[in-house]
């Protein structure tokens, strides 16, 4: 069935991958007001936290950057997997402190905490090809918007759900009804069990976007934004969601979308014109 492709391999291997692992980890210092970066040899597939303390998000027009922040002081040791287009598991033990030695890390191809993984790395895509496909569902007239959330005069909505081939296309819609800007603090995809649960990193799996198109550091007041994130295809089965959170900074109307699997199975096809 479909649903045991996609986002189960990364699932599995993680876990093969962390049951066989040999070796010390990278060990990453991680701060409440400091932004931590490590540059990877190539762009990154996807993104395991081992607890919600963790914040990360990839550099825009990057995807081999990846920024890290701790989301409160002083927490327990926790553990953080990367995996990257060349097949590469990369491991870190992270840590908080509140002056790290080292904000900037670059990881290349070879270091002693990477592992290579078979079968699960995805073709290489096209950069234009990706912009113009992200061009034409910013200009569809006709989406359905199928779900939303708001808190605070800001509303988050999905407002319809693409593919073309490999990728699914994910058209994303700010808009700013009160008389104060909105600045974005952070952005970030991952697929959760549905149920209510505490959260272990066996329940939550960090999703990376492949492009992304569109998004704005403000939502300047009484105006909207369409953002277009492509990612690559993947279904999840009906006990899990697809999850979007989008984080005010130094605010508090911070918004939580939720898509199920119902929605992913009504992407519309993209046609070529």
């Keep these: 069935m479909q649903f045991k492709k996609g986002i189960w391999f990364l699932v599995s291997w993680l876990f093969m991958v962390a049951a066989h692992a040999q070796g010390s980890e990278t060990i990453l210092q991680l701060a409440f007001n400091k932004t931590s970066t490590v540059i990877f040899n190539t762009g990154i597939l996807a993104v395991d936290r081992g607890s919600r303390d963790v914040m990360a998000q990839r550099v825009k027009g990057m995807e081999n950057v990846l920024q890290l922040k701790a989301s409160r002081r002083g927490f327990p040791e926790t553990n953080l997997t990367v995996i990257t287009r060349d097949g590469q598991v990369h ?10 030695p080292k904000l900037i890390m670059e990881i290349n191809a070879g270091q002693s905490n990477d592992k290579a993984i078979s079968g699960i790395v995805s073709e290489n895509f096209s950069a234009s090809e990706l912009r113009t496909n992200a061009g034409k569902i910013v200009n569809d007239d006709a989406v359905r918007y199928m779900t939303s959330v708001h808190r605070n005069a800001m509303w988050l909505s999905l407002e319809d759900v693409y593919v073309d081939k490999n990728v699914i296309y994910y058209r994303i819609g700010l808009t700013n009804n009160s008389s104060i800007n909105y600045d974005v603090g952070y952005t970030r995809w991952s697929v959760r069990d549905r ?16 492009y992304v198109h569109g998004d704005n550091p403000v939502i300047a007041a009484k105006t909207e934004c369409t953002v277009v994130y492509a990612m690559e295809k993947f279904t999840i089965p009906n006990t899990k969601m697809l999850v979007l959170e989008v984080q005010e900074k130094n605010g508090g109307r911070n918004l939580q979308l939720r898509i199920n699997s119902r929605k992913l199975m009504r992407a519309k096809i993209i046609t070529p014109r």
Excluded: C, L, M, W
């Design 91 to 100: 491991e870190f033990a992270v840590n908080y402190s509140p002056d790290p």
């Design 195 to 210: 149920r209510t649960a505490k959260r272990t990193a066996s329940q939550e799996i960090g999703v990376v976007p492949v």
